[in-house]
């Protein structure tokens, strides 16, 4: 095994590790999510998924506190891995590859009233995007049951995702 594949084996370990650790942090309501029926086709499939994450990553980039997590990322791959892992979620096909919730925001001091603020930023964008509002409210128990996962107390509850990674703590403005 090349040190490459070494090293993709032990972080695979890891973030199952780190999923088998957080039982309670992970969401018992994210395997219905996509059922009965296939909820991706009745939005209007991935273009719908497209189109509200670029007014939500708008609100977000632009916010003064959230806008902070986003520092020096690019956000064409935040809205690709979004809307791929939304897919999954919502009945279509499976073909996010990265990060569960969990993993991918462990390294995150995210609040309640974060998490809040957020929320409240993805509903005006479902509006402004005019999905139907049976189908936002739908999309927004989807999102509200992300809020175990990702949400945090203290820092104490986050960690690294790896062995040299701060831990990302943004002060209210």
Known sequence: MTITNMTNANMINDRRGAERA???????????LGAPGNYLEELGGRECLE??????????????????FFEG????????QQTEFLMGVF????????????????H????AEIFDIRHELLRESLAQAKVPEHMQERWLRADQSMRRAVEKETTDQCRGRYNNEA???IPKP
Do not use: C, N
Request: net charge positive; glycine share 10%.
């Open 51 to 68: 189109r509200v994450h670029t007014i939500f990553y708008d609100k977000l980039f632009a916010h003064p506190w959230l806008g902070k």
């Open 108 to 111: 995150m001091f995210i609040t």
């Open 73 to 80: 990322k690019k956000r064409w791959l935040l809205e690709e």
């Open 91 to 106: 009945g279509g096909p499976r073909i996010y590859g990265g990060r569960g919730p969990l993993e991918a925001h462990q």
């Open 22 to 32: 957080s039982p309670d942090r992970r969401s018992p309501e994210r395997k219905s």
């Open 167 to 169: 831990i990302m703590v």
